[in-house]
T-cell receptor, first 113, second 114 residues
Framework: DSGVTQTPKHLITATGQRVTLRCSPR?????VYWYQQSLDQGLQFLIQ???????AKGNILERFSAQQFPDLHSELNLSSLELGDSALYFC????????????FGSGTQLSVL | GESVGLHLPTLSVQEGDNSIINCAYS??????FIWYKQESGKGPQFIID?????DKRQGQRVTVLLNKTVKHLSLQIAATQPGDSAVYFC?????????????FGRGTQLTVWP
């Protein structure tokens, strides 16, 4: 168990809908990262938050947004969902923002039908 | 372009043999590397890391070798066990990158057969 908690584990929804994925980092970790994993793209970095503020942005679509709350948990919001958004979404956390390993949650499997 | 890549997408080994998984990187500015293991239905799990000031680092049954001259990273697993069957990713830390620190390779599927 990495200590990173993600909910829900599975999410099935329809095109055009909006969903929210939730992540609680390991105790003491200030950084939260979101990654998308699909069969053809591998693990793609979406966005990073550090202590409530956006730190880095990767290949995140404009339809997607995230935030980190004062208690350090994070939410990833996906809107106007398309079939191609179906993927595994992982949250990871780390203590800071330096050269350090990330600890991953078990992911949310999103299926858009 | 710059990338983290793996030489082989799949690797099959017999239980008890040693496994070697390779990874190439092209960004000479990368100074920190991590190997992750991902089992089916789970998130990536940290195995071992190495910084660019080292050539070799050993863990429990695993060794990571870093060759900065040819930008090559390898993960050696000793006495491979069925529980080692998983996808293995190498990741490089690109210092100063504005697109996120860790870049992951595509992964190598390791299958261990009895």
């Amino acid at each position: 168990d990495s200590g990173v908690t993600q909910t829900p584990k599975h999410l099935i929804t329809a095109t055009g809908q909006r969903v929210t994925l939730r992540c609680s980092p390991r105790s003491g970790d200030l950084s939260v990262y979101w990654y998308q994993q699909s069969l053809d793209q591998g693990l793609q970095f979406l966005i990073q938050y550090y202590n409530g503020e956006e730190r880095a942005k990767g290949n995140i679509l404009e339809r997607f947004s995230a935030q980190q709350f004062p208690d350090l948990h994070s939410e990833l919001n996906l809107s106007s969902l398309e079939l191609g958004d179906s993927a595994l979404y992982f949250c990871a956390s780390s203590v800071g923002t330096g050269d350090e390993k990330l600890f991953f949650g078990s992911g949310t499997q999103l299926s858009v039908l | 372009g710059e990338s983290v890549g793996l030489h082989l997408p799949t690797l099959s080994v017999q239980e008890g043999d040693n496994s070697i998984i390779n990874c190439a990187y092209s960004n000479s500015a990368s100074d920190y590397f991590i190997w992750y293991k991902q089992e089916s239905g789970k998130g990536p799990q940290f195995i071992i890391d190495i910084r660019s000031n080292m050539d070799k680092r050993q863990g429990q049954r695993v060794t990571v070798l870093l060759n900065k001259t040819v930008k090559h990273l390898s993960l050696q697993i000793a006495a491979t066990q069925p529980g080692d069957s998983a996808v293995y990713f190498c990741a490089e830390n690109r210092k100063g990158s504005t697109l996120g620190r860790l870049y992951f390779g595509r992964g190598t599927q390791l299958t261990v057969w009895p």
